[in-house]
């Protein structure tokens, strides 16, 4: 791995467009040598105003920052709330619409949504889809209790015999027999499994109708309760970020004596959605997709005033295997959902993922507009040696192909105790250090 030269400010910093010198003062720009290349950087800590409002004084708030809606699910792999708020703010107006492909739980959409601007979120997963869509369609809970009421849930007629072993290791037969009946119901009001193929590759679903955007809405507050330790939870006492493997959780819970619980699910749901809406919901709505950020649709062309995103870092996460008990809930084997994720540890196929979704980027992109990218260094096994592969310089090359201006780069060089991400990712698990890559289309 080459060693990038630093230099004091080589590059003419007159070059930066005047919207980035509103978040950075010239003098925390300096200038670095990588492959050949220079382009500038500055520290996270040094912007103005930055993504805690006072974040040199406690970082640590960062994470815990925003609307009540955000939490509908913890997933790994999430950035918080307040980064996506920052560069909404500094770099779209109200009505804009904001874009982000690799829309996980629905941040960044919903954020814009908040924020009065529209949020569009992509993702390949459907857990990633069916939270997205659950937070940026604007249903009320008023609304939302009464589809439910109208839905005859008829437990008679669940079969648990034929849940796989593994699913049932995290719930009790009655919270189960409930769970099975309510999936059953909502996701044939979403229309979701049978259009849906992660084996052929025909994965593209929208919630056109309120009766669709209602079941999913019901579909992401369950998602978000279905493993945990609140008392909402379903499962036996577990982690909430992450679907936990069936062998461990099995022999932890009978070493500890944990117990499955009996719920009444629906008031659970109901409990849930009454906690996520209690600071209201946003005035705008947004739109979710479920698909490929690589292939967006066609009509999409010079659409959006910004995008704001974090594709996934080679093999960092694995955002099928992580939810592999969401991913059974919504009626998907995790095996399948994962031959369509971007999770490569081969530099090559990484780049080339990375340059078909920064292409598309720049053909939804309107001219003059940024894309905000943000990836995580990490940590490669070469041999005996560990090299630190860092993802931002894959990012760069692959953007420059596409067409766009690289202005600056920022490192989010947090100290580990202080970061946002530090719940979830410690540099065991190879992530040392997140960039941001600030983009422009001319
Ligand atoms: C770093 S996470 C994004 C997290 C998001 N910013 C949030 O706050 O929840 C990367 C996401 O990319 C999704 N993903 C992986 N491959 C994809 C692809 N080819 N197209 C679209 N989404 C993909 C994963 O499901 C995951 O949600």
């Given amino acids: 791995m080459l060693k990038p030269k630093i230099h004091e400010q080589r590059i003419p910093i007159s070059l930066l467009k005047d919207d980035l010198l509103k978040i950075v003062n010239k003098a925390d720009i300096k200038a670095e040598e990588f492959e050949e290349n220079e382009f500038l950087y500055t520290s996270s800590y040094l912007l103005s105003d930055t993504w805690r409002k006072n974040p040199a004084k406690d970082r640590t708030l960062a994470r815990s920052w925003g609307h009540p809606m955000h939490t509908m699910a913890s997933r790994s792999g999430s950035f918080p709330p307040a980064l996506a708020d920052y560069f909404i703010n500094n770099f ?22 908040l924020l009065d601007r529209v949020g ?5 997963t459907p857990e990633a889809y069916v939270l997205t869509g659950a937070k940026v369609h604007t249903i009320k809970h008023e609304e939302a209790i009464e589809y439910l009421k109208s839905i005859r849930f008829d437990i008679s007629r669940t079969n648990i015999k034929d849940v796989h072993p593994d699913v049932k290791v995290f719930f009790s037969i009655k919270t189960l027999a409930q769970i099975l009946v309510i999936k059953e119901r909502l996701l044939d009001d979403l229309g979701f499994e049978t259009k849906i193929n992660y084996i052929s590759g025909n994965i593209f679903h929208y919630a056109k109708t309120k009766t669709e955007q209602l079941a999913q809405y019901w579909l992401g507050i369950i998602t978000g309760i279905l493993h945990g330790s609140s008392s909402y939870s379903l499962s036996l006492p577990c982690s909430h970020s992450f679907s936990m493997a069936p062998n461990y959780t099995k022999n932890y819970a009978k070493k500890h004596n944990l117990k499955k619980p009996e719920r009444n699910v629906i008031q659970c749901m109901i409990e849930r959605s009454f906690y996520l809406q209690s600071a209201g919901i946003a005035r705008i709505s947004g739109k979710a997709y479920l698909g490929k950020a690589q292939e967006l649709p066609k009509s999409w062309e010079e659409k959006f005033d910004l995008i704001v995103t974090s594709p996934p870092y080679f093999t960092a996460q694995s955002y099928a295997w992580d939810n592999w008990l969401r991913e059974w809930l919504l009626g998907f084997d995790f095996k399948d959902v994962r031959k369509q994720t971007t999770q490569t540890a081969s530099y090559e196929k990484y780049s080339l993922a990375m340059y078909e979704f920064l292409k598309e980027a720049y053909r939804v992109l309107k001219p003059g507009k940024r894309a905000f990218v943000i990836v995580g260094d990490v940590n490669k096994r070469s041999g005996e040696e560990k090299v630190i592969i860092r993802t931002s310089n894959v990012i760069v090359k692959e953007a420059q192909k596409t067409g766009f201006e690289i202005d600056l780069i920022i490192n989010d060089d947090i100290p580990p105790t202080k970061r946002y991400n530090s719940s979830f990712l410690n540099t065991n698990q190879g992530l040392q250090i997140d960039r941001i890559v600030c983009l422009r289309k001319e």
């Fill in 120 to 124: 569009f979120g992509v993702d390949i």
């Fill in 92 to 113: 779209s107006k109200v009505g804009d619409l904001v874009l982000d492909p690799y829309s996980g739980k629905g941040t960044a959409p919903y954020q814009a949504c």
